[in-house]
């Protein structure tokens, strides 16, 4: 079948437009169930260490367990500071033992490189570093050391396909950055020692709660090696050479949001309504499949994965590759690119779906599970149509 290279432009647009056009990567669309009631029973203007309060946390922590179908010896806490909090305390509080193997192929994962090397100053780091749109060389990476990964790399649209390239021997401690994954793919939990993640992506829950979750080797890690810095308060996971346990009971470090924590629960309650992990994996997957059958039909996007065994089936990465815009200077791509969003914002059927501003120019499209299959499939001749408005305007601009 030939692809579309030039779709015939149309000022009115598509006749069908997406009902929910929220495919911002993060904050990510609630889950289609929710409205306010949803938080009517919130935990609120009462001490979130009463019973009720630690309570719900419990609650929270728990689901979390089950969902997530997490080794039942592994640990699941709340702590401060959404995602890149969780990271900092990993990285804070567990690494100087041994030396470091890094992985990046995109801004997040290179941002924990620079933390590690230039923040935390480790000696003997190794860096293993790849392009957008690739990952590095699995192979090389030498699991003696402690080894810091993101699973899913979210301005990239580029995961890792499954674990196994971590052997089940290692010697390190594996550090994973699951934010994007997490509730949508299915992790290789035995093979990750220390996972985190924040509420507000796969399952579309609010900002600055982040969750960590420890192996037996962490905990045993945490007990065991103290590391030479000092630690903020809000990265202490131990008391007296001991775990602090009651973290993972929901005693939470400082005060969270009994506001969010009520969303949260709306949320994985959804999840359990759907099957769970699988269920949500399967509406994930529906979502990417409905985006690659409308790029395997164009010529004139792509997506910025090369492998196709790499893409994520959460933040969907696409790549401008028709020949006129890519004759443009650079400057111009990026404008071209941003303008094609602002096109599909202003018209009120895609928001947020610009590239993230470290990654080449493109569109990013969450496609996780809080998303329904049928807009994401309203999206595509959507975006047909602006690709053609654009290519009209910078025409009209040549003449």
């Known amino acids: 079948m030939n692809k579309m290279t030039n779709p015939a432009a149309n000022a009115v647009g598509p006749d069908t437009r997406p009902l929910n056009p929220r495919f911002s990567s993060g ?13 009517s029973k ?13 309570a719900r946390l419990k609650l929270a922590i728990d689901l979390t367990h089950e969902i997530l179908e997490l080794p039942e010896d592994y640990l699941v806490g709340v702590v401060p500071a959404s995602d890149t909090g969780a990271v900092e305390m990993a990285l804070w509080s567990l690494l100087g033992e041994r030396s470091v193997e890094m992985l990046s192929w995109e801004s997040f994962g290179s941002g924990w490189v620079t933390d590690v090397v230039k923040q935390l100053k480790l000696e003997g780091v190794t860096h293993h570093h790849a392009d957008y749109g690739h990952l590095p060389d699995l192979s090389a ?11 899913n790399g979210t301005t990239s649209g580029v995961r890792v396909p499954n674990g196994d390239f971590i052997p089940a021997d290692r010697k390190g401690l594996t ?27 796969v399952l579309g829950g609010e900002a600055a709660h982040g969750m960590l979750v420890l192996s037996p080797r962490a905990v045993e890690r945490l007990e065991s090696y103290t590391p030479p810095w000092p630690l903020p308060k809000i990265f202490r996971l131990t008391k007296a050479g001991k775990l602090n346990r009651s973290i993972f009971d929901g005693a939470t470090i400082n005060t969270p949001s009994m ?26 997957d529906a979502n990417l499949a409905a ?6 039909q164009r010529d004139w996007i792509e997506f910025l994965a090369v492998d196709p065994a790499t893409y994520s089936n959460t933040s969907v990465c696409l790549k401008i590759v028709d020949a006129r815009v890519l004759a443009l200077l650079e400057k111009e791509q990026a404008a071209f690119a941003k303008g094609l969003a602002k096109r599909l914002e202003t018209e009120g059927v895609a928001f947020d779906i610009g590239a993230y501003r ?15 299959t049928a807009d994401v499939a309203a999206l595509m001749p959507w975006l047909d149509w602006a690709f053609s408005l ?3 305007e910078i025409s009209s601009s040549a003449a």
């Open 27 to 39: 904050p990510c669309t609630k889950p289609p169930t929710w409205n306010l009631d949803a938080l």
């Open 42 to 54: 919130a935990w609120l203007g009462r001490s979130h260490r009463a019973a009720e309060g630690k």
């Open 141 to 151: 990476v030498n699991f003696d050391n402690d080894v810091v990964f993101t699973w």
């Open 175 to 201: 550090i994973c950055d699951a934010t994007s994954a997490a509730f949508a793919q299915k992790l290789d939990w035995d093979k990750i020692d220390v996972g985190t993640f924040s509420w507000q992506k």
């Open 259 to 284: 506001l969010c924590v009520e969303d949260y629960l709306h949320a994985l309650k959804w999840a359990q309504s759907l099957g769970g992990l699988q269920g949500l994996i399967a509406r994930a």
């Open 291 to 296: 985006v690659k059958g409308f790029v395997e």
């Open 358 to 372: 470290d990654a080449p120019p493109g569109l990013r499209i969450w496609t996780g599970s809080t998303v329904e």
């Open 390 to 392: 654009q290519l009209e």
